[in-house]
Protein backbone atom coordinates (compact mmCIF):
# COMPACT_ATOMS: atom_id res chain seq x y z
CA UNK A 1 0.00 0.00 0.00
CA UNK A 2 1.39 3.35 -0.96
CA UNK A 3 -0.07 7.01 0.21
CA UNK A 4 0.80 9.60 -2.34
CA UNK A 5 0.56 12.88 -1.44
CA UNK A 6 0.67 16.11 -3.62
CA UNK A 7 -0.32 19.81 -3.43
CA UNK A 8 1.91 21.55 -1.42
CA UNK A 9 3.86 24.83 -2.52
CA UNK A 10 4.81 28.28 -1.04
CA UNK A 11 1.87 30.75 -0.83
CA UNK A 12 1.48 34.31 0.35
CA UNK A 13 -0.54 34.68 3.91
CA UNK A 14 -4.19 35.23 3.41
CA UNK A 15 -4.02 32.23 0.11
CA UNK A 16 -4.65 29.07 -0.31
CA UNK A 17 -3.84 25.42 -0.93
CA UNK A 18 -5.50 22.37 -1.63
CA UNK A 19 -3.50 19.16 -0.73
CA UNK A 20 -4.68 15.75 -1.92
CA UNK A 21 -3.59 12.32 -1.29
CA UNK A 22 -4.47 9.10 -2.77
CA UNK A 23 -4.12 5.44 -1.42
CA UNK A 24 -3.04 2.90 -3.74
CA UNK A 25 -2.42 -1.13 -3.90
CA UNK A 26 -3.89 -4.26 -1.59
CA UNK A 27 -6.72 -2.39 0.03
CA UNK A 28 -10.01 -4.00 1.22
CA UNK A 29 -11.40 -0.89 2.56
CA UNK A 30 -10.17 2.24 3.85
CA UNK A 31 -11.44 3.46 7.56
CA UNK A 32 -9.96 7.00 8.71
CA UNK A 33 -7.84 9.41 6.90
CA UNK A 34 -6.35 12.45 7.96
CA UNK A 35 -3.52 14.90 7.84
CA UNK A 36 -0.88 15.42 10.36
CA UNK A 37 1.84 18.39 9.97
CA UNK A 38 4.82 18.74 11.50
CA UNK A 39 6.38 22.26 12.14
CA UNK A 40 10.56 22.49 12.53
CA UNK A 41 11.59 21.83 16.05
CA UNK A 42 7.98 20.46 16.73
CA UNK A 43 5.99 17.27 17.25
CA UNK A 44 3.48 15.85 14.77
CA UNK A 45 0.37 17.17 15.26
CA UNK A 46 -3.10 16.31 13.87
CA UNK A 47 -4.69 18.68 11.82
CA UNK A 48 -7.98 16.96 10.52
CA UNK A 49 -9.46 13.78 9.93
CA UNK A 50 -12.09 12.26 8.24
CA UNK A 51 -14.05 8.74 9.32
CA UNK A 52 -15.51 6.46 6.06
CA UNK A 53 -19.00 7.93 6.94
CA UNK A 54 -17.92 11.83 6.49
CA UNK A 55 -17.69 12.64 10.17
CA UNK A 56 -14.80 14.92 11.00
CA UNK A 57 -12.65 16.73 13.56
CA UNK A 58 -10.42 19.48 13.21
CA UNK A 59 -7.32 20.81 15.17
CA UNK A 60 -8.34 24.01 17.30
CA UNK A 61 -6.27 26.40 14.89
CA UNK A 62 -7.43 25.36 11.65
CA UNK A 63 -11.28 25.16 12.35
CA UNK A 64 -13.06 27.67 9.68
CA UNK A 65 -9.79 27.52 7.86
CA UNK A 66 -9.52 23.89 6.53
CA UNK A 67 -11.96 21.60 5.51
CA UNK A 68 -11.17 17.77 4.75
CA UNK A 69 -12.93 15.78 2.51
CA UNK A 70 -12.41 12.26 0.63
CA UNK A 71 -13.51 10.51 -2.56
CA UNK A 72 -14.05 6.88 -1.44
CA UNK A 73 -14.55 6.00 -4.55
CA UNK A 74 -11.03 7.04 -5.41
CA UNK A 75 -9.24 6.12 -1.74
CA UNK A 76 -8.30 9.71 -1.68
CA UNK A 77 -8.57 12.40 0.60
CA UNK A 78 -7.62 16.13 0.63
CA UNK A 79 -7.63 18.86 2.71
CA UNK A 80 -8.64 22.52 1.09
CA UNK A 81 -6.37 25.22 3.09
CA UNK A 82 -7.66 28.49 3.21
CA UNK A 83 -6.91 31.64 5.11
CA UNK A 84 -3.20 30.27 5.38
CA UNK A 85 -0.70 31.99 8.32
CA UNK A 86 3.09 31.80 8.47
CA UNK A 87 2.39 29.32 11.57
CA UNK A 88 0.78 26.96 8.87
CA UNK A 89 3.95 26.32 7.69
CA UNK A 90 5.39 22.76 8.08
CA UNK A 91 5.21 19.32 6.35
CA UNK A 92 1.97 17.87 6.14
CA UNK A 93 1.46 13.68 5.86
CA UNK A 94 -1.54 12.53 4.73
CA UNK A 95 -2.77 9.35 7.36
CA UNK A 96 -5.03 6.36 6.72
CA UNK A 97 -5.80 3.39 8.55
CA UNK A 98 -6.63 0.24 5.79
CA UNK A 99 -8.07 -3.06 6.28
CA UNK A 100 -6.54 -5.67 4.30
CA UNK A 101 -5.96 -9.23 5.79
CA UNK A 102 -5.20 -6.76 9.31
CA UNK A 103 -5.89 -3.08 10.43
CA UNK A 104 -2.70 -1.10 9.33
CA UNK A 105 -2.07 2.80 9.60
CA UNK A 106 -0.25 4.33 6.49
CA UNK A 107 1.61 7.31 6.31
CA UNK A 108 2.30 9.14 2.93
CA UNK A 109 5.33 10.64 2.03
CA UNK A 110 4.81 14.71 3.43
CA UNK A 111 4.67 17.77 1.04
CA UNK A 112 6.17 21.15 2.30
CA UNK A 113 3.79 23.76 3.05
CA UNK A 114 5.18 27.31 3.45
CA UNK A 115 3.16 30.41 4.15
CA UNK A 116 5.33 33.39 3.92
CA UNK A 117 5.56 37.07 2.05
Known amino acids: VQLQASGGGLVQPGGSLKLSCAASGSIFSVNAMGWYRQAPGKQRELVAA???????NYADPVKGRFTISRDNAKNTVYLQMNSLKPEDTAVYYCNARILYLVLTDYWGQGTQVTVSS
Open 50 to 56: ITSGGST
